[in-house]
């Protein structure tokens, strides 16, 4: 049977995600997800879908997710990119200083896809070309790598800095040779540092203008600097955003670009060679009404980065090396405790952390934050190993 299978499909080496486990029930921090419910209002939206209209169920959702496009827009709008640093003042939300967007973000700024990994797969099929290398941090999300093989896109890795930050400098270098484009996560994953936006400026200013520049936002919420202000000044600019995260939706599998139109029009083209219906009827009422609760996840997001600043104090102050977050999760090593060692011993204790075998971040692990009971949790169970 295997004489059948495609020269491609044997080069492939498919994403590993977080641990699954069926065989227990533990407290899983090992996936990024959110701790906290999706809000009420969800909720109540998919309810009243589900019973209001139940013949929607045996028709085809709109190609185009129109209103899930104008309500996405309308929660960047009110929140400026960033929810843990938005102002809440009863049901209204406004963006912190820092995060204002000088300008107005539009329906036709925003292409959604089902999940982030899919609207990445259709921007790596739509802006980077097999003849030409991108360039991307050595260290990053993991499924770059996936669709480079599965594309057939030459990569080219530049190593991170000894402080764990991307080397900006090198990878502008290696894009103005390579003429392939950039590609990274910022804040990054999974070290959990991020540029600022006048850093990635800086970067566009000195990157050619004819080549795609993508920015994955995955984690933004959680205190980085979102570029959605740069696509002002620059037509080249691909941000990648995702509802798994921030919005308490890593089951709801929503994921979304935000680009000027032109781009986003591209993007659409791609998706419509390949599946004319990507967002499924529930999962575009569920975001829809996602959005218009931009409240709720303001305050899920800012308990979200108090237990990260928490837990990372602890971990501090017990011997690890820590480096310091602005997303979701830690990225930390002990001293004398190997990552993969450190791994078995909690997950001994009923608790999932992650653990790369990537030469390079072997001795570390990848802490998911969650809620304040299952910090709590956590704590106890590195303090009976650690001792």
Partial sequence: MIMIVSNRMKGLHPYVPGEQPKDRVYIKLNANENPYAPSPKVNKALIDFVQSHPEKMGLYPDPDSTELHAAIAD???????????????????????KDKIPFTVTPDMIYTGNGSDEVLSFVFYAFFDSG????????????????????????????????????????????????????????????????????????????????????????????????????????????????????????????????????????????????????????????????????????????????????YDFLSENGFYVIKSQTNFLFAKHPSISGEELYKMIKNEGLLIRHFATPGIENFVRISIGSKEQMQALKEAFEKVIK
């Fill in 75 to 97: 929660m960047l709008n009110q929140c400026g990119g960033v929810l843990c640093r938005a102002k809440v003042d009863g049901d209204k939300v406004t963006p912190s200083e």
């Fill in 132 to 311: 030409k290398k991108f360039v991307m941090p050595e260290f990053t999300y993991s499924f770059y790598p996936v669709y480079a093989g599965f594309y057939n896109i030459p990569m080219d890795t530049v190593p991170l800095k000894e402080d764990w930050s991307l080397d900006v400098e090198e990878m502008l270098k290696r894009a103005k040779s390579d003429k392939g484009g950039i590609i990274f996560a910022n804040p990054n994953a999974p070290t959990g540092l991020g540029l600022t936006r006048n850093q990635v400026r800086e970067m566009l200013s000195k990157a050619s203008s004819d080549e795609i520049f993508i920015v994955d936002e995955a984690y933004v919420d959680f205190g980085g600097e979102s570029c959605i202000p740069l696509l002002k000044d620059f037509k080249n600019l691909v941000i990648v955003r995702t509802f798994s995260k921030s919005l308490c939706g890593a089951g709801q599998r929503l994921g979304y670009i935000v680009a000027n139109p032109e781009l986003v029009n591209i993007v659409t083209t791609v998706k419509n060679s390949v599946n004319h219906f990507p967002i499924d009827a529930l999962s575009q009422v569920s975001g829809k009404a996602a959005c218009t609760d931009v409240a709720y996840y303001v305050e899920t997001s800012k308990k979200v980065v108090e237990e990260r600043d928490k837990f």
